[in-house]
């Protein structure tokens, strides 16, 4: 079973960064994908970006391209998400996930590929 929590949300003003960490504990890291969703209120989650387990491959949602980068450092057991010149359509609550991938190269895009979620942080962009 792994537990995963996520750590810095908050408030920031339209324009400004935030970076978000994730922790895994209860399972080996390296052998999971990890993945970043978000969910607006009255939306359905989506994908943010994810990132393959050794952290050589990145994909990520055309909304955030550009400006979103995820990383990981397996010798931490953390997944981090750096949002630069965000806007208030960014503003939702945004979730860690892990899927176990043993020898699978590419990141994971859909929800429904994910095993283990966390409780997710909250992100509010003001204008």
């Known amino acids: 079973q792994v537990q995963l929590v996520e750590s810095g949300g908050g408030l920031v003003q339209a324009g400004g960064s935030l970076r978000l960490s994730c922790v895994a504990s209860?399972?080996?890291?390296?052998?999971?994908?990890m993945g970043w969703f978000r969910q607006a209120p009255g939306k359905d989650r989506e994908l943010v970006g994810a990132?393959?387990?050794?952290?050589?491959?990145?994909d990520y949602a055309d909304s955030v391209k550009g400006r979103f980068t995820i990383s990981r450092d397996n010798a931490k057991n953390t997944v981090y998400l750096q949002m630069n010149n965000l806007t208030p359509d960014d503003t939702a609550v945004y979730y860690c996930a892990a899927a176990f991938s043993p020898g699978i190269s590419i990141p994971r895009l859909r929800s429904n590929e994910y095993d283990y979620w966390g409780q997710g942080t909250q992100v509010t962009v003001s204008s």
């Open positions: 209860g399972g080996t890291f390296s052998t999971y994908t």
């Open positions: 990132v393959t387990r050794s952290g050589g491959r990145t």
